[in-house]
């Protein structure tokens, strides 16, 4: 099966700056790549994703980036502000199925 | 919007009871999944369903069951839970294969 690879685990960075999460897939039949947001006490929320077909998609402070010869996707947040403090999962899923595979996590801190 | 709910937010249980972890969807998804979420291992598949009575194993399925008698309701069991279950239990849906998962708020697990 689908095996998804994700760093760093924890990041810190002051609020202004941009966080930067990669991710890496090994199945090259993967063809949606969803990015989550979890914030504490809460169930994951989407905030972003990238099909196969894309290289890069932008919603206003994030954005995504999808390599696909070397099998990697990376989250990009800008300008990054206190309540971007999260936990952040990535996910891949094949064509053939209906089973995500997600990343185990990311925990960012912005510092005020 | 989506919205997926599960029928308690925290649950404490003792070793070989019988538990039951329920989630209402009310978007018609056809996909319904549970997964266990715990520290540095991200979310994991238990089980899904694809359609009313259909069910698939995840990757972790050993003591755990499932049940789906209508489109909006998807059950998790533990037959005998023990305290290695203890953990985070979230539902999701979603409409159609490789489409947006949904996830609720989940539900914390303590077996004593």
């Known amino acids: 099966g689908e095996n998804v690879e994700q760093h760093p685990s924890t990041l810190s960075v002051q609020e202004g700056d941009s966080a930067v999460i990669k991710c890496t897939y090994s199945?090259?039949?993967?063809?949606?790549f969803p990015w989550y947001k979890q914030e504490l006490g809460k169930g994951p929320q989407l905030i972003i994703d990238?099909?196969?077909?894309?290289g890069e998609k932008k919603d206003q402070r994030i954005a995504v980036t999808l390599n696909k010869t070397a099998k990697h996707f990376s989250l990009h947040i800008t300008e990054t502000q206190p309540e971007d403090s999260a936990v952040y999962f990535c996910?891949?899923?094949?064509?053939?199925?209906?089973?995500?595979?997600f990343g185990t996590g990311t925990s960012l801190t912005v510092i005020p | 919007d989506v919205k997926v709910t599960q029928s308690s937010r925290y649950l404490v249980k003792r070793t070989g009871e019988k538990v039951f972890l329920e989630c209402v969807q009310d978007?018609?998804?056809?996909?319904m999944f549970w997964y266990r979420q715990d520290p540095g291992l991200g979310l994991r598949l238990i089980y899904f369903s694809y359609d009313v009575k259909m069910k698939e194993k995840g990757d972790i399925p050993e003591g755990y069951s499932v049940s789906r008698e209508k489109k909006e309701r998807f059950s998790l069991i533990l037959e005998s839970a023990s305290t290695n279950q203890t953990s985070m239990y979230l539902c999701?849906?979603?409409?159609?294969?490789?489409?947006?998962?949904?996830f609720g708020p989940g539900t914390r697990l303590l077996v004593l």
């Open positions: 199945d090259s039949a993967s063809n949606y």
């Open positions: 990238i099909r196969s077909n894309v």
């Open positions: 999701a849906s979603s409409l159609w294969d490789q489409e947006t998962q949904y």
């Open positions: 978007m018609d998804h056809e996909n």
């Open positions: 996910a891949a899923t094949t064509n053939t199925g209906n089973q995500f595979y």
